[in-house]
């Protein structure tokens, strides 16, 4: 199959949530996720109309951003302290950010390197067994203080990923993304829902959704 014709299932999946939810399918952002896939599928996407794809590894990101100049790509897995400096050169935006040393690093980094880098934080939903990173909610005010402070790491919402088949997640998403926005005194986005759950997902009110197999088909690991 195509990735024409991938895409044009998803948003025939992305319309009939979305009318269920009574939202509107173009408020949702669709983020193709391009982790382990070639560059010749990026062209391809690129042809499609993407400008804008999510990577999970510095050093592959740095890699792609290299040779694709043209095109932005979004970091959404866990940075290790000592990938800061790379992942602000190669990303144009930051969802993994999951803790305030992180955030101090970040922003004493873009200062220097004279960036703005807008940042998402990622909310764990997962027992303390897994190694899937995120913020616990106990520890967000900590972090959203940092950042508060740092007009080069501007604060535009909350990413997750739902551990599969646990409904309560996306509600909990849902509650927390409100009362942060009660606290805050303006909006922030939402990000969750993947190629298995956008569904639920756009039901919950996620703003954008990150697709990476049911669009480019199985990853080459
Ligand atoms: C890999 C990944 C995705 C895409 O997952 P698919 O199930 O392939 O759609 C989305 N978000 C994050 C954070 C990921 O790591």
């Known amino acids: 199959m195509s990735?024409?014709?991938?895409?044009?299932?998803?948003?025939?999946?992305?319309?009939?949530?979305?009318?269920?939810?009574?939202?509107?399918?173009?408020?949702?952002?669709?983020?193709?996720?391009?982790?382990?896939?070639?560059?010749?599928?990026?062209?391809?996407?690129?042809?499609?109309?993407?400008?804008?794809?999510?990577?999970?590894?510095?050093?592959?990101?740095?890699?792609?951003?290299?040779?694709?100049?043209?095109?932005?790509?979004?970091?959404?897995?866990?940075?290790?302290?000592?990938?800061?400096?790379?992942?602000?050169?190669?990303?144009?935006?930051?969802?993994?950010?999951?803790?305030?040393?992180?955030?101090?690093?970040?922003?004493?980094?873009?200062?220097?390197?004279?960036?703005?880098?807008?940042?998402?934080?990622?909310?764990?939903l997962w027992d303390e067994t897994t190694k899937q990173g995120g913020c616990a909610e106990a520890d967000l005010p900590a972090l959203i203080a940092v950042l508060s402070g740092d007009a080069r790491l501007p604060l535009r919402g909350l990413m997750a990923l739902p551990p599969p088949g646990d409904d309560a997640a996306f509600t909990q998403m849902a509650g927390l993304r409100e009362r942060l926005q009660q606290d805050l005194g303006r909006s922030l986005r939402l990000s969750l829902g993947m190629s298995g759950d956008l569904e639920a997902a756009i039901a919950a009110g996620s703003d954008q959704i990150r697709i990476g197999t049911a669009f480019f088909g199985e990853r080459s690991y």
Do not use: C, H, M
């Open 3 to 124: 990735l024409a014709d991938r895409l044009e299932g998803l948003r025939t999946r992305i319309q009939r949530a979305a009318a269920a939810a009574d939202r509107d399918p173009s408020s949702i952002e669709f983020l193709p996720v391009s982790k382990k896939q070639p560059l010749s599928l990026i062209r391809e996407a690129a042809a499609l109309g993407f400008a804008r794809f999510g990577e999970n590894y510095v050093q592959e990101g740095a890699e792609k951003a290299a040779a694709l100049p043209d095109l932005a790509f979004v970091l959404l897995g866990p940075l290790q302290r000592n990938k800061a400096k790379s992942a602000l050169q190669t990303f144009t935006e930051i969802q993994s950010l999951d803790r305030p040393e992180l955030a101090e690093r970040l922003g004493r980094l873009a200062e220097e390197l004279d960036v703005v880098r807008p940042v998402w934080i990622q909310v764990d």
